[in-house]
């Protein structure tokens, strides 16, 4: 069974004080692994797709990149604007199926 | 904005009742995807439409069903509603089978 397991649960950050955030993941084979962005009681929101592992892709202040078995969340020098919850997910390799995510991280930046 | 329409966004309704929920994908989008999301389950993956049929299952319940229609929207009928069955309902949409473009979802109160 696919499992995404996604740390922390909530972060705290100062405005300008660059983080990680961590997705690690258990599927047969991997389609591609996303981040979404969720902002309170919104639809989740795309960031990116990560296909194989030592990809590596960017927008604005954050960048994901992907190993075999988990993905990191690089924040850099966040703005409160960039609080949030992140979710991770994963889907199988025989594409045009469900995503399984996970629980998410809540990030706060504080000003 | 994804694209993706989802219609109420608020429902407030007893329990034992019956409501429908409507999504529009996004334009050309053959995929449907409708998702679950309560505070300690995070996002669950329910029902997949690719152009009109079923295309997977996932944890939903028998009291509810979905269909998608000709003109590719879809509706997810909820029944024999529960204090449970309260939470955010999502829908996705995809045309390329990986990437999934959520709706703004639906908020559900079952009093």
């Known amino acids: 069974e696919d499992q995404v397991t996604q740390s922390p649960e909530a972060l705290r950050l100062q405005e300008g004080e660059s983080s990680s955030l961590n997705c690690s993941y258990t599927v047969s084979g991997l389609r591609g692994l996303f981040w979404y962005r969720q902002d309170p009681g919104k639809g989740p929101e795309f960031l990116f797709t990560?296909?194989?592992a030592g990809e590596e892709k960017e927008k604005e202040r954050l960048k994901a990149t992907l190993t075999k078995k988990e993905s990191f969340l690089h924040i850099t020098a966040p703005k409160p604007e960039d609080s949030a919850t992140y979710l991770c997910a994963v889907q199988e390799v025989s594409g045009n199926t469900p995503l399984v995510f996970g629980k998410g991280t809540r990030l706060s930046v504080i000003a | 904005d994804s694209g993706v329409t989802q219609t109420p966004k608020h429902l407030i309704t007893a329990t034992g009742q019956r409501v429908t929920l409507r999504c529009s994908p996004r334009s050309g989008d053959l995929s449907v995807y409708w998702y679950q999301q309560s505070l300690d389950q995070g996002l669950q993956f329910l029902i997949q439409y690719y152009n009109g049929e079923e295309r997977a299952k996932g944890n939903i319940l028998e009291r509810f069903s979905a269909q998608q229609f000709p003109d590719l929207h879809s509706e997810l009928n909820l029944s024999s509603l529960e204090l449970g069955d309260s939470a955010l309902y999502f829908c996705?949409?995809?045309?390329?089978?990986?990437?999934?473009?959520f709706g703004p979802g639906t908020r559900l109160l079952v009093l």
């Open positions: 996705a949409s995809s045309g390329n089978g990986e990437t999934q473009y």
């Open positions: 990560l296909y194989s």
